[in-house]
C-alpha cells in the first residue's frame, strides 16, 4: 500500500506541474523553480512533514522534496553550527541530487549533439 500512495502523491505532483504547464504561461524553468520554492515554504511552516511521513518517497523523490531537503538541512545545521549553518546545511543535506544532477548533465553533454530548436 505504501507503493501506491507513493505513486499516487508523487504522481498529484507532476499532475499539476502538467496542469501549470499547459494552462499557463510560465515555462517550465519557472515551475521547477516553484516547485523548489514551494517546497522550502511548506517545510518552514511545518506543513511539508506531514506529507512526507504520509507518502514517503511520493513527497521526497519531486522537486518539492528536493525544497523540503535543502530546508531541513539548514535547520538542523543552524541547530548545531548557530548562523554559519544557513550556509553549510542546504549544500550537505543535497549534496548527493546536486552530484547525481552535474554527472548526468555532464554525461548527456557528451553522449548527444546539442542543436537549436529552430
Known sequence: MDYVIAFIIGG?????????????????????VSYVVTGVALTALQLYQPIVDF????????LTGFGYSLAKGVKEAVDT???LGI???????TAGGITAAVIT?????????????S
Open 81 to 83: 553550527h548557530g548562523f
Open 12 to 32: 498529484l505532483f507532476c499532475l499539476i506541474g502538467q496542469i501549470l504547464i499547459d494552462k499557463t504561461t510560465l515555462t517550465p524553468a519557472r515551475i521547477l
Open 105 to 117: 548533465g555532464l554525461l548527456a553533454s557528451l553522449i548527444f549533439k546539442a542543436r537549436d530548436k
Open 87 to 93: 550556509f553549510m546545511g542546504g549544500l550537505k543535506a
Open 55 to 62: 507518502a514517503g518517497a511520493g513527497a521526497t523523490v519531486p
